[in-house]
């Protein structure tokens, strides 16, 4: 059985297009597929435009409303801030969804 909107959990994600590179920062319910679409072009404007592909940090939430909120504190950070923040956890900028872009896309649809 899937998940009602009640248990629906909502990411706030960091894309940047290399180590201390151009970044992004985006709000999504569905991870895989939100990140799928970065990486395939299929989302135009500035990620596509700017190549910024690679996950490099992510965190859960239980509400929109708090991703949302989360998200545009983030946003409204100085750019060393969003970089620390990165680097806590993904001190080499690695591509935190390397491998979960072998999957066709039906297999996303779920997430």
Excluded: C
């Amino acid at each position: 059985m899937a998940a009602g909107p009640a248990h629906r959990q909502y990411w706030v994600y960091i894309l940047a297009s290399k180590p201390s590179g151009t970044l992004y920062i985006g709000v999504t319910h569905s991870i895989k597929r939100r990140i799928w679409e970065h990486k395939t072009g299929m989302i135009s404007g500035f990620t596509k435009q700017y190549g910024v592909k690679t996950l490099v940090s992510f965190e859960a939430h239980r509400d929109v409303s708090g991703a949302i909120q989360r998200e545009k504190e983030i946003k409204g950070w100085l750019r060393k801030r969003k970089i620390d923040l990165i680097q806590q956890e993904n001190l080499l900028w690695r591509d935190l969804a390397s491998d979960w872009h072998q999957l066709p896309m039906d297999s996303l649809r779920s997430e």
